[in-house]
C-alpha cells in the first residue's frame, strides 16, 4: 500500500509505503516522526492499495502527549452525496467532577471540485444567542479546523450542547469528524464522533428497525465510569423514542422508558434516568420509534469518573 500525508490544503508533505501478509494488522508508530517532518498540525493520511490482491482497513491513533490518552479514528471512503453529515453531539459545557467539555470540529472535501456547505446546530442546550449557521468553501482537497466550535462559531456559552448538520449544496465527498475533550493532568482526554450521513444505515424512522449501544457501566466510584445515552431528530419532524437497558449478560431488560425528541433538536440524558442511582455493569441500550415521522441518530456515552475520559458508541442498526 501506498500511504500519502497530506497537509490542511490537501498539498502532499511526504508518501512511503509498506507491505502487509495476509490477514495482518500492521501498525506503523509516529507516522510523522518516522518521515521527519517534526511538529504538524492537521494533516491527513490516505492509504491507496497498489497490489493487485488483497484489501485494507485502515485507521488511525490520536494520542495525547501529556495524558497518553488514545483517540481511535476509522478511515472513511465517501462516495459523492448531497446527503447532510450528522455529528450527534457537541459539547461547550461543566460536566461533573471538575470536568469542562469542549468540542473542535474537522472537515475535509476528498473530491475532486470545490464543496460549498452550511453547518448548523441540532440544539440541546444552548446558552446565549448562537450566530446564524456557519458557510464555508473548500477547495479539493482541503480540511477546515475549528477549534471549540460551539463556542468559537456559534458564539455558544457555558453550558451548551448541541448536535452538527453538514449540509453541502450538491454532491460531495466529506469526512467529517469531532473531538469532544477535556483538559485535565498536563494534557486531555477525549472521544472522536464521526460525521454520519443522513442517509446511514443506523438512521431509524417509525417502523424501520431497532438500533443498540453496548458496552455501558454505571458507577459512582473513583475507578468506574458513568454513562449517558443522547438521541438527535435528523427527519424534520417530532419523533417519540422508546429506549430499553438490557443487561450485557443475560438479555434481560432491567427498565424502559419513552422520550419525546422535538423536530431538529438533540437530547441526551443519563443511564439512571431509567435504571435509577445504583451501580450495573455491562448493559446496552436499544432505541425503537414509538410515533413521529422523524428521523434519528442514537448513542450511548461512558465517562470515566476520574479523568473524564469518554468513549463514545453510536447505536448500530439491529439485524
Known sequence: ????????????????????AANQTLLITDIIGVRGLGA?????????????TGRIVPFGILID???????????????????????????????NNDTFFKTNMYVTN??????????????????????????YTLAPGQTIQKLDVLNTEFGLQDPSASGLRIHPTGPAQLVVST?????????????????????SSGVIGLG?????????????????????F???EIGGADVLVHVTAKSGDTGAALGSKSYFVPANTSFQTSVTDILGSGPVTNIYLQFELEGGAGKILAYGVAVDNTSGDAIYVPAAKEP
Open 40 to 52: 504538524t498540525a492537521n494533516f491527513r493520511v490516505d492509504f491507496t492499495v497498489t497490489s493487485l
Open 1 to 20: 500500500m501506498r500511504i500519502d500525508i497530506l497537509d490542511s490544503n490537501g498539498g502532499l508533505l511526504t508518501s512511503t509505503t509498506r507491505d502487509a
Open 179 to 199: 473531538r469532544t475533550f477535556v483538559e485535565k493532568f498536563g494534557g486531555t482526554f477525549g472521544f472522536f464522533i464521526p460525521g454520519l450521513s443522513a442517509s
Open 65 to 95: 502527549d501529556g495524558t497518553g490518552d488514545g483517540l481511535f479514528e476509522p478511515a472513511g471512503n465517501p462516495t459523492a452525496s448531497s446527503a447532510d453529515v450528522i455529528v450527534t453531539q457537541a459539547s461547550f459545557a461543566q460536566g
Open 110 to 135: 476528498v473530491g475532486a471540485s470545490p464543496v460549498t456547505l452550511t453547518v448548523s446546530l441540532i440544539p440541546r442546550l444552548v446558552t446565549g444567542t448562537p450566530a446564524s449557521p456557519r458557510v
Open 230 to 232: 443522547g438521541i438527535a
Open 208 to 228: 424501520t428497525g431497532r438500533v443498540a449501544a453496548i458496552q455501558l457501566d454505571q458507577s459512582s466510584s473513583a475507578t468506574g465510569s458513568r454513562s449517558n
